[in-house]
């Protein structure tokens, strides 16, 4: 069974930067796009950032443009969300996710990102 383990999250001061990673396991890494979503306290999970199977597109909510970068190493099974300019409304709990058409979809467990000073 597919499997995905964040880490990276953490404390950071407005401003700051994380790194976030996902690591894929148990599934053809490669014939998934993966998806990075979040969820504030009291709020919808939201859809944050989107990367193809091949990495060669990419896509971005609104409100992350210009700040977080979505990128994957299909040789390391691993998918990567660089944030930079921290702001304290990118708190939340951010999940990793697999999806692929026709197939089953994973989520991983979650990794906490705090953003306060």
């Known amino acids: 069974q597919g499997q995905l383990v964040e880490s990276g999250g953490g404390l950071v001061q407005p401003g700051g930067s994380l790194r976030l990673s996902c690591a894929a396991s148990?599934?053809?890494?490669?014939?998934?796009?993966m998806n990075w979503y979040r969820q504030a306290p009291r709020k919808e999970r939201e859809l944050v950032a989107g990367i193809t199977r091949s990495g060669g597109s990419t896509n971005y909510a609104d409100s992350v443009k210009g700040r977080f970068t979505i990128s994957r190493d299909n040789a390391k099974n691993t998918v990567y969300l660089q944030m930079n300019s921290l702001k304290p409304e990118d708190t939340a709990v951010y999940f990793c996710?697999?999806?692929?058409?026709?197939?089953?979809?994973?989520w991983g467990q979650g990794t906490q990102v705090t953003v306060s000073s």
């Open positions: 996710h697999a999806a692929r058409l026709g197939g089953p979809n994973f």
């Open positions: 148990g599934f053809i890494f490669s014939m998934y796009a």
